[in-house]
């Protein structure tokens, strides 16, 4: 299993520019999510599924959109890049138990370094 | 919503000493306490975690211990290595599986 991977590792944008980070999982995990990690800040939560079809709006959610068509992949879009977004972008997922159940691990991909100039 | 505080942010300890940090969160539903390491360039890894039925948990040489009344946890590494030092989150789980993290926690082991 490659676990949860992440394209592109790097990215620089200008402002007002789009751009889609791919997130992608092979195992067959229903909850899937996207994370910003800032200095100091811990991770927050942007977006999150809990399956295909399915999705729900995190702690930052403004300025990005998610979609989940198939089980496998959850891309995160900026429709507008801001310099405010220049962040390390991680996704996620596990199993959805119930909470306290035996699945609620989340695995991390890499991560997407983006900088907005 | 939850709210989760960690401390301190930095914490240097000297090889084989202990290190202990503290989290506290606000939402008493919250009933899932993962610890994640994370070393430079990657991403964090779910190292151990307890659950809302159990006041303490071990592997090896790390312990979480949970204080629900009081609503906190605490991660405690003993004889600490060089391969420790990483920053270390705390996280807590509340309602739909959503994670709220702690600010994090640069562990510096000094060989």
Excluded at chain 1, 101 to 113: A, K, L, M, S
Aim: proline share 5%.
């Amino acid at each position: 299993n490659a676990g949860v991977t992440q394209t592109p590792k790097f990215q620089v944008l200008k402002t007002g520019q789009s751009m889609t980070l791919q997130c992608a999982q092979d195992m067959n995990h229903e909850y899937m999510s996207w994370y910003r990690q800032d200095p100091g800040m811990g991770l927050r939560l942007i977006h999150y599924s809990v399956g295909a079809g399915i999705t729900d709006q995190g702690e930052v959610p403004n300025g990005y959109n998610v979609s989940r068509s198939t089980t496998e992949d959850f891309p995160l879009r900026l429709l507008s890049a801001a310099p405010s977004q220049t962040s390390v972008y991680f996704c996620a997922s596990s199993y959805h138990g119930t909470s306290g159940g035996d699945y609620n691990e989340q695995f991390f991909g890499p991560g997407t370094r983006l900088t907005v100039l | 919503g939850e709210n989760v505080e960690q401390h301190p942010s930095t914490l240097s300890v000297q090889e084989g000493d202990s290190a202990v940090i503290k989290c506290t969160y606000s939402d008493s539903a919250s009933n899932y306490f993962p610890w994640y390491k994370q070393e430079l360039g990657k991403g964090p890894q779910l190292i151990i975690d307890i659950r809302s039925n159990v006041g303490e948990k071990k592997d090896q040489r790390i312990a979480v211990t949970l204080n629900k009344t009081a609503k906190h946890f605490s991660l405690h590494i003993t004889e600490t290595q060089p391969e420790d030092s990483a920053v270390y989150f705390c996280a807590a789980m509340g309602a739909g599986n959503m994670l709220t993290f702690g600010g994090g926690t640069r562990l510096m082991v000094k060989p």
